[in-house]
């Protein structure tokens, strides 16, 4: 049994724990040999600690002998992208900039984990400072795709989509600003959830966009994105962006079947630029939701072709306002060649910091800057609202909307890397979401001829995920592309 445990869903592995089929360090030395095995292809971890995971995993089954156990995750090895704060781990957010910096506390999702008895296992590679769509902006090298190790995993949270598609983590944690939790799940066939903005605590996140970022899982089934964002969510007193929202039990919802529901297909988002497979694919998705009795209706979001030029203005503003701190002085990468202070900061950075992030940077900058803030800025806010209104508009007529997650499957390393507006469309059909401030979710719904994973996105009301992890389970359990995993 012990070799095909790390390709098994979290509810099933937490059902074998309680049952004692298996133990808790049973699995984790399933998924520690598993990472040996594959990850040097793979190159999802930045750093683990095989150690530390054992002594939780052992402390876990403790729990358990005496009836102490804490939960459903309990036992269970979960990866964090290296922004999320764990205390005694690194936090690199894959930048020379943080190199050598140790978590000091611990985030508050976290923290929530460790009160789940989950094992926080290890820190997964990401776009430098969350700021990409393949995980190839990374001091670390980039990650590979276990589908086709020739091509990328998306990004940023490329490392955590990877890791639980390859089977070194039974389940893991992204950040999403752009689509960087779904875009990732879409091109490595794993389910990703970006929640409603506010829902989960962003207090030990190292930040890129602070009104754009949301934590979320990434998961081999609906089912587990349900039990893990069961464990994070909540409010925060420590994050001035967290609602108080009631956190009901997710999982136990998802598990009822519901429906039939009124589901939204905007147009904007099957037009130029959609791959035809991608095109097939979520076409008979929503050909088995209307042949499940759910009223299928086209909707129109008119404020679609504004969102890119939107989205990288707000993200840039506040990635360069939000990076600033990372000066030389109290931490972080200090120059060792600057003559004085101000050539301190002009080296630490340049030193610091890689390409990718030094073009948002100055892009933001530049927008922020005397004379072109509300040319640009402010422009771009105002715009961001009607984007809002938009979705909200289409949810008086439909209780969800489906669309594709990537315009394209998996491309090949280095395919874009040369042309930074091509990368940024990749994002064309996730980033609406976060300017809005929705949960959205991203599944499995086919695969090309060559084999790629193909992404299904199901965008829900504030709030409502409950509704919307009942849409996409509805789906999942008609259909076998969850259970399909790579060959490493």
């Known amino acids: 049994m012990a070799s095909a445990l790390f390709h098994r869903p979290a509810a099933e592995l937490s059902a ?16 520690i040999d598993r990472v040996k095995a594959v990850d040097p292809s793979v190159r999802a971890f930045n750093s683990s600690d095989p150690d530390s995971a054992l002594a939780q995993a052992r402390a876990s089954d403790e729990r358990r002998a005496a009836g102490r156990r804490l939960g459903p995750l309990d036992g269970l090895p979960i990866g964090l992208k290296d922004v999320i704060a764990v205390e005694g781990q690194p936090l690199t957010a894959s930048s ?17 984990l460790k009160a789940a008895g989950a094992i926080c296992w290890g820190r997964l590679n990401l776009d430098e400072f969350a700021m990409g769509s393949s995980t ?53 066939g794993v389910v990703g959830l970006k929640p409603t903005y506010g829902l989960v605590s962003r207090y030990g996140l190292a930040a890129f966009a602070s009104s754009l970022d949301q934590i979320g899982p990434l998961t081999r089934t609906v089912e587990d994105a349900a039990l893990v964002l069961g464990a994070i969510a909540g409010h925060d007193p420590r994050d001035s962006t967290s609602v108080r929202s009631e956190v009901p039990d997710y999982a136990g919802l998802v598990r009822r079947r519901g429906g039939p529901w009124r589901l939204g297909i905007p147009k904007e988002y099957f037009g130029q630029g959609l791959d035809p497979e991608v095109a097939a694919a979520v076409e008979n998705a929503i050909a088995h939701y209307r042949s499940q009795g759910c009223e ?4 129109s979001l008119p404020h679609t072709r504004y969102g890119i030029g939107v989205y990288y203005i707000i993200a840039a503003a506040e990635c360069s306002s939000n990076l600033a701190r990372y000066d030389g002085v109290r931490y972080g990468h200090r120059s060792r060649e600057a003559t004085d202070a101000v050539d301190l900061y002009f080296r630490s950075r340049a030193e610091g910091f890689g390409a990718e992030v030094k073009r948002r940077v100055i892009l933001g900058t530049y927008v922020l800057s005397s004379g072109y803030y509300d040319a640009f800025y402010l422009r771009a806010q105002k715009v961001r609202t009607l984007i809002r209104r938009d979705f909200l508009e289409a949810y008086r007529e439909v209780d969800a909307l489906v669309t594709p997650t990537s315009p394209i499957p998996a491309f090949r390393l280095g395919e874009k890397s040369a042309d930074p507006l091509a990368m940024y469309l990749c994002d064309i059909y996730t980033i609406g979401v976060n300017l809005a401030g929705l949960p959205g979710i991203s599944l499995p719904c086919g695969f090309t001829a060559s084999g790629l994973p193909i992404g299904l996105q199901l965008i829900g009301q504030p709030f409502k995920e409950a509704e919307l992890l009942s849409i996409a389970r509805s789906y999942e359990q008609a259909h076998d ?7 490493l």
Request: hydrophobic share 40%; with cysteine.
């Open 481 to 487: 592309w969850h259970t399909r995993v790579p060959s």
């Open 96 to 112: 020379k900039m943080l190199a050598n910096f140790i978590s000091p506390y611990d985030s508050t999702v976290a923290s929530r």
């Open 136 to 188: 190839e902006n990374s001091a670390f090298g980039p990650t590979r795709n276990p589908w086709d190790l020739s091509r990328v995993p998306g990004g940023s949270s490329g490392g955590s989509a990877a890791a639980v598609a390859a089977g070194e983590a039974v389940a893991a944690l992204g950040s999403d600003t752009g689509g960087s939790i779904r875009q990732p799940a879409a091109l490595c």
């Open 296 to 299: 299928i209706r086209e909707v």
């Open 16 to 31: 074998l724990l309680d049952s004692g089929a298996i133990s808790s360090v049973e699995l984790m030395q399933a998924v």
